[in-house]
C-alpha cells in the first residue's frame, strides 16, 4: 500500500467520525454480461459477507442485447439486494458508471466491473483503508501482463502524454476499481459535463487517496468490449476533456514558422538586390506550400476537435436515460438480516 495525498489532519479527523457498519453500495455496469453474472454474484457475496456490513447492489444495465437484464431482475426478486438501473440503450460503461452513482445510497460505493477482473477480494482491504480516512481506495493493477504487449505500451504513452499535459495527477494502471466515500461520489454527480471520462473526473476531484496494488486477472467469461479505435477515441476524449494543450501549441507552432519566414524572406530580398531576379525554385515553393497547407489542415482538425466538444456540452443532453428501476430488497449484512 501506499500513499498518494497523505493529507493527514484530514484523514486523522475523517477516520474519528467514520461509522463502524457503513452502508456499502456496489455499483456494477453491465453490457451484455449475462455469462458471467452468477459467478459475479456468488463472489461478490461471499466477500462482503464476512464484511457484517449492510450493502446493496446496484446494477446498470447499458443496453444489453442478452439476457443480463433477466438474469439480474431474476437475482433481486431471488433476495438480492439492490437495484437494477435500466438505461434506455447502450450510452457506453462511463455514463453506466454515472448512472450508477447517481443511484446508489451507500456511504461508501464501489465501483466494480462485472466481469470479475476487478478481484472482490479486495473489497474488505478497501473499507479498511475508507476506516484509516481515506475518501478513496483506488486499485491499481501492477502486472498488465494479461493485456497485449501493444495495449500496455499504448496505455504507458497515454498516461505518460495525459499527466504531462493536464493539470492533474492520474494515476498510471489505476482503472475504475475503487471505494468511495459519499463525500466524493456527491463531488463526482455535481460535476455537470457530458464529457464522462471518469479516471479523468476521479482524479479531478481530488480528496486523500490510497492505492491497493493488484494483478489483473483475465475475464472470467463473456467478451471484452473494447477494441483500438473505441480506445483511440478513448484516448481523445480524455485528453480534450482535461487539456486545451493541443489548441495552444499552435501558438507555437506558428510563432515558430512566421519567424522563419521572416528570417527567408529577408534573405531573399538581400539575394535578389545583391544578384538580380532569379526564377527557378519550384520545388521549394511547392514543398512549403504543402507542408504549409498540411499544417493549417492538422491545427484545425485540432480547433475542430474542441469546438466538437463544446457542441456537444452546449447541447445538454442528459449524460443518460434510464427506462426503468427495478428495485430489490433494501441493503442487508452479512447475517442476512434487513439494516433499516
Ligand atoms: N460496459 C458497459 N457498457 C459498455 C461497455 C462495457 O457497461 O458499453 C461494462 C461491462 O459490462 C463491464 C465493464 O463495463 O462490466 C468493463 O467492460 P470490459 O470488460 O469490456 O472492459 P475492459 O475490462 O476491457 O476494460
Ligand atoms: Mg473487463
Known sequence: MQDQ????LYRQRRAESRKSKPMLSLVVPAYNEAD??????SDTRSVLDTLEIPYEYVFVDDGSRDATADIIAARLNGGVPGR???????????????????HAKGDIVVVIDADLQDPPQLIPQMVDGWRQGYDVVYGLRVDRSSDTA??????????????SL?????????????LMDRAVVDALLKLPERNRFMKGLFAWVGYPSMA???????????????NYWKLWN???DGLTGFTTMPLRVWLYCGSLVAAGSFAYAAYLIIRVLAYGVDVPGYASLMVALLFFSGVQLLSIGMIGEYVARLFNEAKQRPVYLVQDILEGRSAIDGSGTDAE
Open 5 to 8: 495525498k497523505d493529507g493527514h
Open 36 to 41: 458471467v453474472l452468477d459467478h459475479f454474484l
Open 84 to 102: 437494477l438501473v435500466g438505461l434506455s440503450r447502450n450510452f457506453g460503461k462511463e455514463a453506466a458508471l454515472s448512472a450508477g452513482l447517481a
Open 150 to 163: 501493444l495495449k500496455r505500451g499504448t496505455a504507458n504513452m497515454f498516461y505518460r502524454l495525459f499527466n
Open 166 to 178: 493536464a493539470n492533474i495527477d492520474m494515476p498510471a494502471n489505476a482503472g475504475d476499481f475503487r
Open 212 to 226: 491497493l496494488p493488484y494483478q489483473r486477472p483475465e475475464r472470467r467469461a463473456g467478451i471484452g468490449k473494447w
Open 234 to 236: 478513448f484516448a481523445i
